[in-house]
């Protein structure tokens, strides 16, 4: 199967453009809704200020995002089109109320200043990575190395603060930016592989899936990227 996928024709411009329209698409009403979701918990005082004091509850919800991502990655090519929209768009719940305390931590014009800023960066990484012809999927295992490096440097550098009661500042600073070059490096790199993907749609017996999927890569880029550009704010 895979030999007769790789032959066939590519599909045309226009197909690979609606594919990657209906990805975008559903990328931006994750979004929404993320937003949305995550307004409204933030003026629940006492939820917001149960989640900035108990570890467990982050954790928990963290575990929970965690489940769901795995459940979309490994089953939405099994399941029905419809059935990996709603995983989507839940998860995407579930992270407006993970990040609803940036409420709280930011003024509405900071959110809103950043926000701008974010939707330009990532348009033009994005447009990057349709614009250049050369296969860059070897780049991919590189940028994942270093896409754990850096979870596991954050995650060594809260865990640290947790215990002592002190943030390692520079360290902290120095991952921020860091990630911020990495999250931009890979919503080019997602969108080059993405474009790639669209154009063997017509030899794809699973399209519907393949658009949860790529949603869910430029959601999770555009997230994190949104994130640590509002913490640099600061």
């Known amino acids: 199967?895979?030999?007769?996928?790789?032959?066939?024709?590519?599909a045309s411009e226009t197909k690979v453009n609606v594919f990657?329209?209906?990805i975008y698409l559903l990328m931006f009403v994750g979004l929404a809704i993320t937003g949305i979701v995550s307004y409204f918990v933030s003026e629940y005082t006492q939820f917001e200020t149960r989640l900035a004091t108990n570890p467990a509850l982050v954790w928990a919800l963290f575990i929970v995002q965690v489940i769901v991502v795995h459940v979309i990655s490994a089953r939405v090519m099994k399941i029905a089109p419809g059935a990996g929209v709603i995983l989507f768009l839940f998860?995407?719940?579930?992270?407006?109320?993970a990040i609803s305390s940036i409420f709280l931590l930011y003024s509405d014009d900071q959110i809103y200043t950043v926000f701008l800023i974010t939707s330009a960066t990532f348009l033009v990484s994005g447009g990057i990575g349709l614009i250049i012809k050369k296969d860059m999927s070897g780049s991919g295992h590189f940028l994942f190395m270093l896409l754990t490096g850096w979870f596991l440097a954050w995650l060594a550098s809260w865990f640290f603060s947790w215990i002592t009661g002190q943030a390692l500042t520079n360290l902290n600073w120095a991952l921020n930016f860091i990630g911020i070059a990495i999250f931009v490096a890979l919503t080019a790199w997602d969108t080059n592989q993405l474009k790639k993907m669209g154009q063997q749609i017509d030899s794809?017996?699973?399209?519907g899936g393949l658009v949860v999927i790529g949603a869910l890569k430029l959601y999770l880029d555009y997230i994190n990227l949104f994130l640590l550009l509002l913490r640099a704010s600061r």
């Open 20 to 22: 990657l329209a209906k």
């Open 1 to 10: 199967m895979g030999q007769a996928i790789t032959a066939a024709a590519p």
């Open 204 to 207: 794809h017996p699973h399209g």
């Open 91 to 97: 998860y995407a719940a579930l992270t407006g109320v």
